[in-house]
């Protein structure tokens, strides 16, 4: 990092739950960079963060780096001293070997009978499953208490009137102990091989995707105002309460049933007062679009999963990441005054809230903003039910190709993460950071780790309710010319580390009202900010359809 001319390193101490965290260093240019106007404290001037739906890093990564490598599918074979991971175990001639892979306490739970089952693989051919049980309580059940071995019983939900038996592939609610390997979820697999990954982040709370998007643009599912009363808004004493659950956007025109505001700042917020260009691109936003399908407004929609039986809407509103607050919402879906505003505070009434091919747009025209959210359309966002990882790696695939074949790859991290873990089983407990004690009628919008009403023992962080943190494991990568190689970082990472690294990069201090952004690790472990990469170097181009090195990569390095 210090070889990089004009930049000096400073240390960065936290304070989080476990004491004083010494989680990296911090760069401080001497000059402003060109990336939205504004200095950047490391040589990243344009990051791209992808943030996909539903997946646990086991679901995943459960035995990386060894596939199986069955006939008929994409290959893919490890490179010498690639570092393991904390998965399940591995593969030894094509045979499960590791306890938790050949005895797993979900099987020898006799609370999951009859569903009681090791973790299996699931078949290329077998990508479309059904959606599990990801409510903020149940996946605390789920953890009993950290032996992590109730998933079944409490959010499988496989062969159930939730899920088409065809696509529980007869294990019922065992689906939910179901892994892809390197020959189905296998651009993902590359990306991990070449840059960086995670096996120790997770979702900063517990819940679905809702809680999820808001702890990664806010550190902050409180404070929340539903237009009616709900059990997903739970009370805070007196006034508004803490989002636990999925509710769509007050105001936007798409939104439907009972919907919610959140007050406080976000992201946003703070990349506005810093005069950072930013965006947020959703599939599926422009509603002047007609699909060829003939599908245009909010109801635009596209092919999806064998397992949701039709097309899809392009556009989830309780997916829209700045939709939730005011004073970055466009409730419209007003449509930018022109590629070349896309991005700034002049956008033609946007508000920064743009369409998904907006980006493509902006990449192509040589204008891409400082700081982007990319949501996929929902049939490619990886969302079990309506996706799945083909679905997916054809969208991850094309763009990051994308970018990488742009000017910025060179001065551009991209950072791939998800919502939530959709209940695929994990076998990591996560570090209890912050406490909770919500006891409500129904057990999906409780909290229930350690008992009814019970996560943790302390005091919850500024007195706030309903944020039981951390939640459940899921993949974090970053694919970037100054990723390191081949690298498995162990650092202790939440969804607001990306928060926390952005605020961190453009100066814009924190949210603050106890965001978790506060408390966050770093992601600077992941980077090797010692020497300037020309960008050429590191780009990996992939195939869409299978996951695996373009024709002419070499793939010995």
């Not at 959606?131 to 032996?147: I, K, M, S, T, V």
């Not at 105001?251 to 700042?265: E, F, H, I, N, R």
């Not at 422009?286 to 097309?311: E, F, H, Q, V, Y």
Request: charge should be negative.
């Amino acid at each position: 990092m210090h070889d990089k001319p004009g930049y000096v390193g400073v240390a960065r101490i936290v304070l989080g739950a476990a004491g004083l965290w010494l989680i990296g260093q911090v760069s401080a240019p001497e000059q402003a960079s060109a990336a939205g106007g504004a200095a950047t404290t490391t040589p990243i001037e344009h990051l791209v963060v992808i943030f996909q739906e539903n997946v646990s890093f086991d679901h995943y990564f459960a035995t990386y780096p060894v596939a199986l490598n069955a006939a008929g599918e994409p290959s893919f074979v490890a490179a010498p001293e690639t570092p393991s991971v904390n998965g399940l175990g591995t593969l030894v001639n094509g045979e499960p070997d590791g306890v938790l892979l050949t005895a797993n306490p979900n099987a020898s739970n006799p609370k999951n009978a009859p569903n009681a089952i090791n973790p299996f693989r699931l078949a290329r051919a077998q990508a479309s499953t059904c959606d599990q049980d990801h409510n903020y309580g149940h996946e605390q059940q789920a953890f009993d208490q950290g032996l992590m071995d109730l998933f079944p019983a409490t959010v499988g939900v496989g062969g159930s009137s939730f899920c088409d038996a065809a696509f529980a592939y007869g294990k019922g609610k065992g689906l939910v102990m179901g892994y892809f390997d390197g020959n189905t979820v296998t651009a993902l697999w590359n990306y991990a091989q070449n840059f960086a990954m995670s096996d120790n982040s997770y979702g900063t709370t517990f819940g679905p995707s809702t809680p999820g998007l808001l702890n990664l643009v806010a550190g902050n599912t409180y404070p929340a105002t539903p237009s009616a009363a709900s059990t997903k808004v739970v009370p805070n004493n007196a006034g508004p309460g803490t989002l636990v659950g999925d509710l769509d956007p007050k105001g936007d025109v798409c939104s439907a049933g009972t919907t919610v505001q959140l007050g406080g700042k976000n992201l946003g917020d703070l990349l506005n007062a810093q005069g950072v260009t930013w965006g947020a691109f959703m599939g599926g936003f422009d509603l002047t679009i007609k699909n060829t399908n003939g599908t245009t407004g909010c109801n635009r929609s596209s092919p999806a999963s064998a397992a949701n039986g039709g097309p899809t809407k392009d556009y989830i509103p309780h997916h829209a990441f700045f939709q939730y607050h005011a004073s970055t919402a466009n409730p419209q879906h007003t449509r930018p005054s022109s590629v070349a505003a896309i991005g700034t505070s002049n956008d033609g009434g946007a508000n920064h809230q743009y369409d998904l091919h907006d980006f493509f747009d902006a990449l192509a025209a040589r204008n891409l903003p400082a700081v982007s959210l990319l949501k996929a359309i929902a049939a490619e966002d990886g969302h079990a039910g309506y996706s799945d990882p083909l679905l997916e790696q054809s969208f991850l695939v094309r763009t990051i190709n994308a970018i990488m074949q742009s000017p910025f790859w060179k001065s551009t991290a991209i950072i791939v993460l998800y919502d939530d873990s959709d209940g695929w089983y994990d076998h990591q407990m996560s570090p209890i950071v912050n406490s909770s004690a919500v006891l409500q009628a129904s057990t999906s919008n409780s909290d229930e780790l350690n008992a009814s009403g019970v996560c943790g023992q302390a005091a919850p962080l500024g007195g706030i309710q309903g944020r039981c943190a951390y939640g459940p494991r899921q993949p974090l990568l970053v694919i970037s010319p100054y990723a390191k190689e081949n690298f498995v970082d162990h650092s202790l990472t939440d969804q607001s580390s990306v928060l926390r690294f952005i605020e961190d990069n453009w100066n814009t201090g924190l949210v603050g009202g106890s965001s978790f952004d506060a408390y966050a690790g770093s992601l600077l472990n992941m980077f090797d900010f010692s020497k300037h990469h020309e960008g050429d170097d590191r780009r990996l181009p992939l195939s869409a359809s299978t996951g695996q090195p373009l024709e002419g990569r070499d793939h010995d390095r």
